[in-house]
C-alpha cells in the first residue's frame, strides 16, 4: 500500500516533497519498531516540521479517514508504533528543539523529538538531570517516553516519568491543539496530563513537553554483588528493602546476560558468577560511606560471594554501560531476543525466575534474565533464530507462559514496555469488561473516531472478555460516554 496520488500531493503541498515518503526501503525501515515479532508497513512516513504543518497533515488525514500514528525514535518493545490497518506514520524527530530552560523554576521545556540523554546532556554542566534513564536513553526520544510513561534503572527512587512531566502540548486527532498541565506541579483540576502520559499515542500527538529537572546528588556509591545462585541476589534485594533502604538502583544480570555483556563490553563481571546485583546509593556525601558499608554487609550476609566498589566516575560508568547494552549484547550469543515486561511483587523474584527458567526448558529455548531487581519488573530475553518458524512460535508461547505466571504471582502486564499490540489481548486478564469500557471512553473522549494509533492497548472488539491466563478480575460499571464528551471544551490552546 502507498499514499494515494491526491494524498501524496496534498501532504506534499504542506510539507514539500523531501517529506513525504512511501518508497519501499521506508515503509520496510518504518514495518516494526523495537519488538520485530510484530510488523506492519505503513501506507507512508510523514515529517513534519512544525506545528502549523503537523495540524495540517492531521486535519488533511481526519478528514479522509485515514489512520495514522506519531512515531518517535523506534526502539519501543510492545508494537506500539507498528501500523495497523496501514496507518500513515507521523515522524516525529524533527521536533528536536529545547524550547526554553528556567534554571529558577528547574524546568525544561523540549520537543518530542529530543533524545532522552541530550536533555541530561543539556543541563547536566548546571548541575541538573532529567532523572528518568530507559536503558535506551542514547536513542529513545522523550515524546515516545511520555506516550509509554516510561522507566529506567534509577526509577526506584526517582519516579517514572508521569512524576517528572509537568505539562505538555498535544495535537487532538482531529488537528485541534492543546495544552495540558503547565508549569506547575499538581495544577487545580482534573489531571489531564496524567491521564495522556502512558495512553501511548492513542490521545494525541504531543508537540511540546515541560519536564522538571533534577538537581544531581553530591556523590554515588555504585556496589556490584557477585553470587553463586539467582535466589542469594533476590534474597539481597529483600534484605536491603526490608531494612527501609531506598538505593537509587538495583538491577540484576543472570549468568547467561554476565556472558554477553562481557563478550561484548568486557565490563570485568565474573564469568563462574551466577548473578550479579549493581546497587546504587546516591545523595548528600555525608554518611553516604556509612549507609554503602551498611548495604555491602547486608549484601554479604543474603550471599555475595565479594562485593565490589566502583573507585572512580569511570568504574561506574563502566557497570552501568554493561547494564544499559545488556539487550543489544544478547546479539553476541543469539541471531534475535524476544524481551518481556512482566511485573511481580518483590517477595516473589525467586519463585517466578525458577518458573521463567523451567517454561524456557519445556520448549527448548534459553531464556536470559536481566531486570530492574527493585521494582519487581523483569526482562526475561527470550533468545530464538528468527529464521526458525518453530523457534519464533515457541518464543510466542513462552512469552505467554511468563506472562501467565507473572499475572497469577500478582503481578503485572508491564512495568515500563507498555501494552501496545503485544499485550493489547491481556488486558482483560487485569481489567473487568465494565473497567476496559471505561478506559476506552476516556480514549473515546480525545480519540472518538479511533483514527489515532488504533488496534492498540485494548482488546479488540469480541475479544475482550477473553481471559489468556485463567484470572477473573472483578466488575465495576462502566461510565456513560456521552455525558464525559460534554467536559472536551475549555482545553484549546
Ligand atoms: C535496548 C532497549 C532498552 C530499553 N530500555 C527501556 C527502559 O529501561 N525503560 C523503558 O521504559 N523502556 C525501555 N525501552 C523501551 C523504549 O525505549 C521506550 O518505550 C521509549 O519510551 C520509546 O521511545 P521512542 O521514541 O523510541 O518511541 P516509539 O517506539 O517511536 O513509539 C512508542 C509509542 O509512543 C508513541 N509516540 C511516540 N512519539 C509520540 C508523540 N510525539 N506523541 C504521541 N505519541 C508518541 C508511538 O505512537 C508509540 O505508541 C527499551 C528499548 C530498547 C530497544
Known amino acids: ?58 486535519k488533511l488525514l481526519y478528514q479522509h479517514k485515514i489512520s495514522f500514528i506519531a512515531r518517535g525514535a523506534g526502539t519501543g518493545l510492545s508494537g506500539g508504533a507498528v501500523p495497523q490497518e496501514g496507518s500513515v506514520i507521523i515522524e516525529m524527530a524533527r521536533f528536536k528543539e529545547v524550547h526554553e530552560v528556567d534554571w529558577i523554576n528547574r524546568t525544561i521545556t523540549v520537543g518530542p523529538g529530543v533524545i532522552n540523554l541530550r536533555i541530561t546532556e543539556h543541563v547536566h554542566s548546571k548541575g541538573y538531570h532529567y532523572a528518568p534513564d530507559p536503558s535506551s536513553q542514547k536513542a529513545c526520544t522523550i515524546g515516545g517516553n511520555v506516550a509509554e510513561n516510561s522507566g529506567g534503572p534509577h526509577t526506584l527512587k526517582y519516579g517514572v516519568t508521569v512524576n517528572h512531566v509537568l505539562g505538555l502540548e498535544m495535537v487532538l486527532p482531529d488537528g485541534e491543539h492543546v495544552k495540558l498541565g503547565g508549569n506547575h506541579l499538581g495544577m487545580p483540576g482534573p489531571d489531564l496530563l496524567g491521564l495522556v502520559i502512558g495512553s501511548e499515542g492513542t490521545f494525541g500527538i504531543i508537540t511540546k513537553i515541560i519536564c522538571r529537572l ?60 551466577e548473578a550479579v546485583l549493581i546497587v546504587e546509593l546516591d545523595g548528600l556525601t555525608d554518611g553516604l560511606d556509612n549507609d554503602a558499608e551498611f548495604v555491602e554487609k547486608l549484601l554479604k550476609k543474603s550471599g555475595a560471594t565479594k562485593v565490589n566498589r566502583a573507585r572512580d566516575e569511570a568504574e561506574r560508568a563502566k557497570i552501568w554501560r554493561a547494564r544499559k547494552e545488556a539487550f543489544g549484547a544478547i546479539g553476541q550469543i543469539s541471531p534475535s531476543y524476544y524481551v518481556q515486561d512482566g511485573v511481580i511483587p518483590r517477595s516473589k523474584l525467586p519463585k517466578v525466575l525458577d518458573e521463567i527458567a523451567e517454561i524456557g526448558k519445556k520448549h527448548g529455548l534459553t531464556v536470559a534474565n536481566v531486570f530492574h531487581a527493585g521494582d519487581g519488573n523483569l526482562h526475561p530475553l527470550i533468545l530464538y533464530n528468527y529464521e526458525n518458524p518453530e523457534e519464533v512460535e515457541k518464543s510466542h508461547l513462552i512469552g505467554e507462559e511468563i506472562l501467565s505466571s507473572c499475572i497469577r504471582h500478582g503481578g503485572t502486564l508491564s512495568g515500563e514496555h507498555g501494552i501496545g499490540i503485544e499485550k493489547a489481548e491481556w488486558m482483560a486478564d487485569l481489567y473487568p469488561r465494565s473497567s ?58
Not at 554483588?225 to 542469594?232: A, F, M, N, W
Request: proline fraction near 9%.
Open 1 to 58: 500500500m502507498s499514499f494515494g496520488r491526491n494524498i501524496r500531493g496534498e501532504c506534499e503541498r504542506i510539507l514539500g516533497k523531501e517529506w513525504v515518503k512511501d518508497d519501499p526501503v521506508t515503509l520496510y525501515t518504518y514495518r516494526c519498531d523495537g519488538l520485530t515479532l510484530y510488523t506492519a508497513p505503513p501506507m507512508g512516513v510523514l515529517f513534519p516540521g512544525t506545528v502549523e504543518e503537523l495540524v495540517s497533515v492531521v
Open 214 to 273: 533534577t538537581p544531581n546528588p553530591e556523590k554515588a556509591v555504585t556496589m556490584l554483588g557477585i553470587y553463586k545462585s539467582v535466589h542469594e541476589a533476590c534474597e539481597s534485594v529483600s534484605s536491603i528493602t526490608r531494612h527501609g533502604i531506598i538505593p537509587a538502583a538495583m538491577e540484576m544480570l543472570d549468568k547467561i546476560t554476565i556472558s554477553a555483556v562481557e563478550k561484548a563490553l568486557k565490563p570485568g563481571f565474573p564469568l563462574d558468577a
Open 436 to 493: 476496559l469500557d471505561n478506559m476506552q471512553n476516556v480514549r473515546a473522549f480525545f480519540n472518538p473516531e479511533n483514527l489515532l494509533n488504533p488496534g492498540k492497548l485494548f482488546p479488540q472488539p469480541g475479544r475482550c472478555s477473553e481471559s489468556k491466563s485463567g484470572t477473573s478480575p472483578q466488575n465495576f460499571p462502566a461510565l456513560d460516554k456521552s455525558k464525559m464528551v460534554a467536559a472536551k471544551s475549555g482545553i484549546a490552546v
